[in-house]
């Protein structure tokens, strides 16, 4: 194979190539984008349905609160079993822990290591309750923590109780692995598919080029008449009428080469017969 014909042959595949990049690669970022915005919805969907559970939980540890005094003098009394937040965990794979305090921070009942409150309630909280969601690092693990301001009410005082609930996050995570996996594989199928989809419909495409290329390979040496392609779409058809204008002239221009060489042979026949007379 000569090297004309290798670089036909190079940029044949580098066109059909382009036109497989040039579909297939904006499909996969789009598809990527979309993969990682489906998978961020649904961790923020994640958070907000485990976010329900702690705040169920904050809300079960209220009610068994009690207090004694008002104002300042208030004491605050918490009986809460650790069973009351079995309920909660999910599994087993998660950890639930709490704590409940005044609103200065004094410590009544719970684990006193876990982080007091800094923050400040949401102007516009997601639900009705004076509550505050945020995350946070608990004996050297990640947790959620949720964040109750329930006022405590009885006969005997009134006072305002700050109740933390944290959890560990082992459940979201999988569950997000899980759901992005899932989602992953989808993904790449949907790209497997239009991938194949994408390579048949460029085979299909471009099987006209071969079977014109097929056509004039076949012809016989000399052979310029011109080139019948009813079949070709309209996107070959300027290639199609130029070439048979390129071929056109060719003819002509044999022609008028047979023609001098004709005139210029009957015109040196005689001066060669008075020299060969000679």
Known sequence: MNPGTTQN??????LRRRLLLGIL???ALFIGFNTWSLYRQTLASLNT???RTLLASAKSISEQL???????????RAIVPYSALEAFEADNQSQMFYRVSTLSGEMVSGFEDLPVWRGSIPDKPPYAALVDFYD????DRDVRVAVLLQPVASSQGRAMAVIQVAETLEVRETLALQILWNTLLRQALLIAVIAF?????????????RQLS??????????????????APRELQPLVDATNEVMQRLRHLLRHQK???RDASHQLRTPLAVLKTQ
Do not use: C, M, N, W
Not at 9 to 14: E, F, K, W
Not at 136 to 139: I, L, S
């Open 9 to 14: 042959v190079a940029r044949h595949h580098s």
């Open 25 to 27: 690669l904006p499909v």
């Open 49 to 51: 349905a485990y976010d």
């Open 66 to 76: 009690d207090v004694k005094g008002f104002d300042d003098a208030a004491q605050l």
């Open 136 to 139: 946070d690092q608990f004996r």
């Open 197 to 209: 989809t994408v390579v048949l419909v460029v085979q299909r495409a471009t099987r006209p080029v």
């Open 214 to 231: 097929q056509q004039l390979q076949a012809r016989r040496e000399g052979d310029l008449s011109p080139i019948a392609a009813p079949t």
């Open 259 to 261: 023609r001098f060489v």
